[in-house]
């Protein structure tokens, strides 16, 4: 019996053997590596860290949008008692920093937000070796001059769900923000940056580093784009106490004549960057401004632009063979040619060539050129220029509208109103900026830009740099455009130009073109120059809305070329 119970004994106890040896070979073998990821779950705690988003500067590395550090007071509940916590809120409230009443029954929370250092001392002394406490960093991004160039930098705003839809495969979350228009919203692959994890188990901390945006350096120089601004916005005030009640707005760009890169952009009226994207009430003011303080009239605004279109006419003319240098067109007044569209000037000037009319702006002089040229060949030229297309602009801009070419319906009689910039035309100041540029360069249009280069966020590596991207060639015989920057030059110069009385002691040489165009209210003020004339460094051009008197807007572009020359 002895035997046959130990024999029983032995082979239960083999039987019980192999099927624990056999649940540990499943255990370790078959689902081992399942099972260790289960187990490390429930020690592990997975935190995802932030991504910081890359920053904005002008041409010369100054802060345009900045990230600036803050701390904050983290606690973990879980391991730390309510003592602690009582302890920690003294600490916070001598240091003369607010914490947060609402506290919640567990897990991790936030005490204290953007604390000071002071406070971030303090609570780093008090508690050494506690568990559950920490400061951790987290930056704010903020325009550093809030109503500098807000139309242009853009904002950030929480991902939208078609927006997400769009971009899920790009790692995007439903948390996230994301660039909703300027250079945030057009340069968001570069900003962006990408989100870390890390993983937290015992004393294991490991995980993937949150990546930094890349910096992005704009071609804007601050010191100028305040100056723009700032002229533009006492020109529009002034107009307004000349009598111009309707005068409420308009822009002026500048742009560097050897790359087109856009040194200022300035919309008035403005609006505060930072209150835009965290005042909802502000925001509101904002929408139900009647100026439309959004609106970026520099980029997106198209605008009749008047006389400041003739230098084009001209240019046109002279390669189209339908005029020369020394054309003599006679100016009674009144141009009736086609009596369904009479053009009336401004004065009896008589006898006018190239030179003498665009000096003296005489509508009767390019109505006569307009109607020889035609509006195929005027429309056609103007494009080239950049009248009427994209610059090539990174950010959103209007194509414009050129007569002729977007008119719905055309007679011979409209393209004598054409060719004095009225009719159709409607561009915007930095189209006209462009076409300026390309005649003071000599004919070539280049692809304006806003960006100057794209860094690492530390400045430290260039990871790629804007080069001159040739956009065409107008074609036409130096000599041609040599002829109507003398004439431009005359604008300035001559006693009788237009422009005289406010540059004709200006100690930089100016070639110029001013206009006035009709519209519902006032008449628009506008005005394109570039300097020196000699060898044009900037091209610059205005628009006062309703501005009625050309002065306003010639005061603007002074004032911009005065700054430029450090004058």
Not at 81 to 87: A, E, H, S, V
Not at 259 to 280: E, I, K, Q
Not at 358 to 378: D, Y
Request: proline share 2%.
């Amino acid at each position: 019996m002895k035997t046959k119970a130990h024999t029983f004994c032995v082979i239960f106890l083999s039987m019980l053997f192999a099927v624990f040896v056999s649940r540990l070979a499943d255990w370790q073998l078959v689902h081992g590596e399942e099972y260790r990821e289960l187990a490390a779950k429930a020690g592990t705690v997975s935190v995802a860290t932030e991504a910081v988003r890359g920053e904005i500067l002008d041409r010369s590395g100054k802060g345009l949008v900045t990230n600036t550090s803050r701390h904050k007071i983290v606690i973990d509940k879980s391991k730390t008692d309510d003592g602690t916590i009582l302890r920690l809120i003294d600490i916070i409230k001598s240091c003369g920093d607010k914490w947060n009443s609402d506290l919640p029954n567990g897990g991790s929370f936030t005490l204290a937000d953007d604390v000071s250092r002071r406070c971030v001392s303090a609570v780093s002394e008090q508690t050494q070796g506690i568990d559950g406490v920490e400061v951790q960093t987290y930056h704010v991004r903020s325009a550093v001059q809030p109503e500098l160039a807000p139309h242009i930098l853009g904002s950030v705003g929480a991902i939208s769900a078609e927006e997400y839809d769009a971009l899920s495969d790009k790692d995007y979350k439903l948390t996230d923000s994301i660039g909703k228009s300027g250079i945030e919203s057009a340069l968001e692959e570069e900003l962006r940056g990408k989100s870390g994890r890390r993983v937290i188990s015992g004393n294991f901390d490991d995980g993937i580093n949150a990546r930094r945006g890349n910096t992005v350096w704009l071609t804007l120089d601050s010191n100028l784009q305040k100056a723009t601004a700032d002229a533009l916005e006492k020109n529009v005030a002034a107009a307004q106490n000349a009598g111009a009640k309707d005068c409420e707005s308009g822009a002026a760009v500048m742009l560097d004549v050897s790359d087109f890169s856009v040194l200022a952009a300035a919309s008035f009226p403005t609006y505060d960057l930072n209150r835009y994207s965290g005042d909802g009430e502000y925001y509101l003011g904002l929408i139900e401004n009647k100026a439309a303080p959004l609106f970026n009239r520099a980029c997106s605004g198209s605008f009749a632009c008047g006389s400041v279109f003739k230098p084009c006419v001209a240019l046109a003319a002279l390669d189209s063979g339908v005029i020369t240098p020394k054309t003599e067109i006679y100016c009674a007044r009144y141009y009736d040619y086609y009596p369904s569209n009479v053009v009336a000037c401004m004065h009896y000037h008589g006898s006018e060539n190239l030179f003498t009319a665009l000096a003296h702006s005489c509508n009767v002089f390019f109505a006569e050129t307009g109607r020889r040229l035609g509006i195929e060949k005027m429309s056609a030229f103007a494009a080239k220029t950049g009248l009427g297309e994209y610059t090539g602009l990174e950010i959103e801009e209007s194509r414009g509208v050129l007569a002729g070419r977007d008119s719905e319906s055309w007679t011979d009689g409209n393209t004598v109103q054409a060719a004095i910039g009225q009719s159709d035309n409607a561009f915007t100041p930095m189209q006209l900026a462009t076409y300026t540029a390309t005649l003071a360069n000599g004919g070539a249009r280049l692809k304006t830009h806003l960006v100057k280069q794209i860094t690492d966020y530390s400045r430290n590596e260039i990871i790629s740099k804007t080069e001159p991207e040739e956009i065409c060639d107008l074609g036409v015989k130096r000599e041609y455009i040599d002829d109507v920057k003398n004439a431009m030059l005359m604008v300035t110069q001559d006693p009788e130009g237009t422009a005289y009385s406010e540059f004709y002691d200006f100690p930089v040489s100016v070639g110029a073109k001013t206009g006035t165009a009709e519209n519902s209210g006032s008449d628009h003020a506008a005005f394109v120059c570039f300097a020196p004339f000699e060898k044009p460094e900037v091209a610059a051009a205005v628009i006062i809305e309703h501005g009625a008197n050309t002065k306003f807007a010639m005061r603007t572009a002074k004032e911009m070329l005065s700054a430029y020359f450090e004058l």
